[in-house]
């Protein structure tokens, strides 16, 4: 009798194991449902890892375009917007022993600051070109003449982007592309002169701004600037660069690691002593203007009369549309 029981025990128990151990058969459609969800996986890991590299592609697209602008070389407006090359000097030009141009020829279209057959070069200086200047303002070696407020020849209003010398003519209409003024009065000092670079929202915003303008051409509140309906919110500052490392930058990465270090940038530079062999720092950020440069001021003539100017010379970010390492003038303009 006990072996019989014994002997049922053992077959249920083995049949109960036999049963736990045999798999249980899922539907069809949990079993499609389940290959749909291990698809969906394999897609979705297949998909981040698409994404992910193309991230990574596109960092380092970035990284290539940002190392291009960075290299871009520094844009020089004196020469290319004041200066031309002599067109006696140029092989295919109407100059002495040359053909005048057919004008039933179509001429090309490239503005003249992007030829390089016109455009003035450092290297072309070096190697004594001929070359012609725009106007009394511009002097042919690359420089340009920054008059004081008083100066009967020269204006003192400076666009740096494009290297342009203005007069009161010059801005009527166009004040907004003005960054800064250049001033020399003895209205804070009898026996010392006051020597300033000047911001345009400054002259026109601040109400003591007008005593800088004092001197043989203005003696009151009636300054031009005063008038202006649009001004340029630029800044200013003084660095502490010789002119020799002033000709030593040459492309945007410097020129930006100057700028960058300089501290100091307000609305005006102030100097009681002449500023020869003097280096200013210039920036304009605004939604439509965006500059930085440097001005090396290589002489300064005179003191507060009408005769007083500076001759200087300008370097800006350069901008390279076609990616040739090269400014494009036609940026600037």
């Known amino acids: 009798m006990k072996q019989t029981f014994i002997f049922i025990f053992s077959f249920l128990f083995c049949g109960t194991s036999l049963l736990s151990q045999e798999p249980v058969k899922k539907p069809k459609v949990v079993k499609t449902a389940e290959k749909v969800n291990q698809k969906t996986k394999d897609a979705s890991e297949a998909s981040n890892q698409v994404v992910s590299e193309s991230q990574q592609v596109a960092g380092n697209v970035q990284n290539v375009v940002t190392n291009a602008k960075a290299v871009v070389k520094i844009f020089e407006p004196i020469l290319r917007f004041r200066l031309k090359k002599n067109q006696q000097s140029l092989g295919d030009g109407a100059g002495a022993g040359n053909p005048v141009a057919d004008p039933a020829v179509t001429q090309p279209t490239t503005p003249p600051f992007d030829n390089p057959a016109i455009y003035v070069t450092q290297s072309d200086l070096a190697q004594g070109v001929p070359v012609v200047a725009e106007s009394p303002a511009y002097n042919t070696d690359g420089t340009a003449n920054l008059g004081s407020q008083n100066n009967k020849k020269f204006g003192c209003y400076i666009n740096v982007l494009q290297g342009a010398i203005m007069d009161e ?48 051409k203005y003696k009151d509140k009636n300054i031009p600037p005063a008038e202006w309906e649009e001004v340029n919110e630029s800044e200013v500052a003084m660095t ?94």
């Open 169 to 216: 003519i010059d801005v009527a209409g166009n004040s907004k592309s003005v960054d800064l003024i250049f001033t020399a009065t003895n209205a804070f000092n009898e026996q010392v002169p006051m020597y300033a670079f000047l911001t345009p929202s400054y002259v026109k915003n601040d109400a003591f701004a007008y005593n800088f303008f004092k001197g043989t």
């Open 240 to 333: 502490s660069l010789t002119g020799e490392q002033f000709e030593k930058i040459q492309n945007n990465n410097q020129l930006m690691a100057v700028v960058k270090q300089v501290r100091g940038f307000g609305q005006k530079v102030e100097s009681r002593v002449k500023l020869d062999g003097k280096v200013i720092a210039v920036k304009t950020e605004m939604g439509d203007r965006t500059a930085y440069g440097l001005i090396y001021i290589m002489n300064h003539y005179g003191t507060t009369g009408d005769n007083g100017y500076l001759k200087i010379k300008i370097k800006v970010t350069g901008f390279d549309a076609n990616g040739d390492g090269n400014p494009d003038g036609s940026i600037y303009q």
